[in-house]
């Protein structure tokens, strides 16, 4: 059997002149993604991508790995025959057998591309499905509320059957959008970050914070590890290491308490911006959350995102806690996410941070540091 997995392109479809492009790049994707299962011939035609292995192929890995690429709106895999009627019922019964004992009523639901296919699609549908019915007399036809959708495709190079698709990750393919830098803390917002902007087709590279020896090796590799499982969406991604112990120290000792957090994030900003820069990115994605901790009143973020003049993206912005723990469940960072290990933003929190520090206030305790100098040492230190 012609076992081949077709990926249906998303948003790509909505593109103009560009439209190649954005189609070479999930193209890319597909390719770098589909390496760990086997050797697979991959070629677009009509807002589709197909998949087509030509070793013995790992299918549902691969199948799994391919919802998770973004610029796919579904995901199916099928079975490849003969653009001949007979050979498609054959294929319908063979390829889908399982899936036939298992219900009780069916409807076959065609679509004709290739104009030169001599049946309509309703034809072929109604063909179909009667030749099923006859070969497996259990199988009642329903047309309203059937337990198995059984597509049959009529494409330029064959016939294609299979049953329900599964939803695509969506989005654009990563690459097409260019670089930024994401702040990778270990908690559950940030992964969920990243992954919204990786899924806008904006290729990541994300930086963290570690400060030894107030937090350990295990919150380090904690970070590493949200990076990896981030990767089957967001592509091989490199997480730069920058040790923030001595800032976060020289900031503790000549800064006011309540302000303690909000210059921070301005040294990380300002760091994070530099390594963008270098690295020819256009913005920095944080988790952010709009009143969810002292540090995240519209005013901190204010006074935090002064620091730089690069965009500062917080697509959680709006969402509310439950909604971003739902993300990271289907995306599957939540489990590492909730490992105990602290982070070093945690170990320096203030008792009572201020919700609502005044620019002026915070320019004036950052001038007891000589900031530049602390940010360089940082840079020196990146792992
Ligand atoms: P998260 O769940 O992502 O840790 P949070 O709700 O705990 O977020 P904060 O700890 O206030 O929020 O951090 C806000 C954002 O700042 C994080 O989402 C992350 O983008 C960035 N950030 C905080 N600490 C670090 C760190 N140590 N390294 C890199 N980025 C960090
Ligand atoms: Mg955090």
Redesign the pocket.
């Known amino acids: 059997m012609n076992d081949i997995i077709l990926l249906k392109q998303g948003e790509i479809v909505l593109k103009g002149l560009n439209r190649r492009e954005f189609e070479n790049k999930l193209i890319e994707n597909v390719k770098r993604r589909l390496k760990p299962f086997g050797t697979f011939k991959v070629y677009s035609i009509q807002s589709t991508v197909y998949v087509e292995p030509l070793s013995d192929c790992d299918m549902d890995a691969a199948l799994e790995a391919m919802s998770r690429v973004f610029g796919a709106l579904s995901v199916t895999r099928a079975a490849a025959c003969e653009k001949d009627k007979d050979a498609i019922v054959k294929t319908a019964a063979e390829y889908l057998s399982a899936e036939i004992n298992a219900a009780k009523s069916f409807k076959v639901e065609s679509k004709r591309s290739d104009k030169r296919f001599p049946m309509n699609s309703i034809e072929l549908s109604q063909y179909t499905g009667g030749q099923l019915h006859d070969l497996i007399p259990h199988l009642k036809p329903d047309m309203h509320d059937p337990e198995l959708t059984i597509h049959v495709e009529i494409r330029d190079l064959a016939a294609y059957v299979h049953g329900p698709a599964l939803p695509g990750a969506g989005g654009l393919p990563v690459g097409t959008g260019g670089r930024m830098v994401?702040?990778?803390?270990?908690?559950?917002?940030?992964?969920v970050?990243s992954h919204m902007i990786a899924k806008r087709g904006i290729a990541l590279i994300p930086?963290?914070?570690?400060?030894h020896p107030y937090t350990s090796v295990m919150a380090k590799d904690k970070?590493l590890k949200l990076a990896e499982l981030l990767t089957a969406y967001c592509g091989r991604m490199n997480v730069v290491l920058v040790p923030?112990t001595k800032i976060s120290e020289q900031i503790r000792e000549n800064c006011t308490e309540g302000l303690i957090?909000v210059i921070m994030?301005r040294f990380?900003l300002r760091i994070a911006e530099r390594i963008a820069s270098d690295n020819r990115c256009s913005a920095i994605?944080?988790?952010?959350?709009l009143g969810?901790?002292a540090?995240?009143t519209a005013e901190a973020l204010a006074v935090v995102e002064e620091s730089v003049s690069m965009p500062v993206f917080r697509p959680l912005i709006a969402f509310d806690k439950n909604e971003i723990v739902n993300i990271a469940y289907k995306i599957g960072t939540y489990e590492t996410?909730i490992l105990p290990y602290e982070?070093?933003?945690?170990v320096f929190t203030p008792k009572r941070p201020k919700t609502k520090p005044k620019l002026d206030e915070v320019l004036e305790a950052e001038a007891k540091l000589d900031v530049e100098a602390l940010i360089d040492e940082a840079m020196k230190g990146i792992l």
Do not use: E
């Open positions: 994401t702040l990778l803390s270990g908690g559950i917002d940030s992964p970050a930086i963290h914070f570690y400060s970070v923030f957090t994030r990380m994605v944080t988790g952010d959350n969810q901790v540090s995240q996410s982070d070093c933003c945690t």
